[in-house]
T-cell receptor, first 113, second 110 residues
Framework: DVKVTQSSRYLVKRTGEKVFLECVQDMDHENMFWYRQDPGLGLRLIYFSYDVKMKEKGDIPEGYSVSREKKERFSLILESASTNQTSMYLC????????????FGEGSRLTVL | ELKVEQNPLFLSMQEGKNYTIYCNYSTTSDRLYWYRQDPGKSLESLFVLLSNGAVKQEGRLMASLDTKARLSTLHITAAVHDLSATYFCAVDIWDDKIIFGKGTRLHILP
């Protein structure tokens, strides 16, 4: 089974802090994604990556950056957290030569005070 | 701008009834996915639809795709309480960029 592991299930940070959300997948997937999920808004794509050191902006990249130094790891970075970044963050991966089906981690619920 | 619209966004129904959730999208795509999310949990894949006319069935759920109409449906037959969840459709618009609808929260009354 594909396993996508997000390092923190719950985080509480203060405004202005730098936040790292880590995601690791164990199936050698090329593609990795970060979404945020908010009530009434569904899932919105922040960034995605096709390959190591590659990144593409999604629909709401402002205030976020990402890092993919190794194929299995995709990190989401909030340089200076703000209260409007309080959300559930979901990491997902998919196989480049497959159907495009996403496999999700358990999510990281971030609260910014 | 790609739009993926689901309707209804909320559905409360009795056990034993049939109903359909609709997913419309605004750009060309022949890859569409349905996911289920239980409260407090992450998303799990239900169906992968990869061509026009594709139909997939699993238990009481059946999904179909009409790429010409840019429409997918998720049909629920004889609903049971265990199907209560939020259902998302998602569209692959290019190079594996996948955009989600807002989700349909399904509540099945016992």
């Amino acid at each position: 089974d594909v396993k996508v592991t997000q390092s923190s299930r719950y985080l509480v940070k203060r405004t202005g802090e730098k936040v790292f959300l880590e995601c690791v997948q164990d199936m050698d997937h090329e593609n990795m994604f970060w979404y945020r999920q908010d009530p009434g808004l569904g899932l919105r794509l922040i960034y995605f990556s096709y390959d190591v050191k590659m990144k593409e902006k999604g629909d709401i990249p402002e205030g976020y950056s990402v890092s993919r130094e190794k194929k299995e790891r995709f990190s989401l970075i909030l340089e200076s957290a703000s209260t409007n970044q309080t959300s559930m963050y979901l990491c997902a991966s998919s196989w480049d030569r497959g159907t495009g089906e996403l496999f999700f981690g358990e999510g990281s619920r971030l609260t910014v005070l | 701008e790609l739009k993926v619209e689901q309707n209804p966004l909320f559905l409360s129904m009795q056990e034993g009834k049939n109903y359909t959730i609709y997913c419309n999208y605004s750009t060309t795509s022949d890859r569409l996915y349905w996911y289920r999310q239980d409260p407090g949990k992450s998303l799990e894949s239900l169906f992968v639809l990869l061509s026009n006319g594709a139909v997939k069935q699993e238990g009481r759920l059946m999904a179909s795709l009409d790429t010409k109409a840019r429409l997918s449906t998720l049909h629920i037959t004889a609903a049971v309480h265990d199907l209560s969840a939020t259902y998302f459709c998602a569209v692959d618009i290019w190079d594996d960029k996948i955009i989600f609808g807002k989700g349909t929260r399904l509540h099945i009354l016992p």
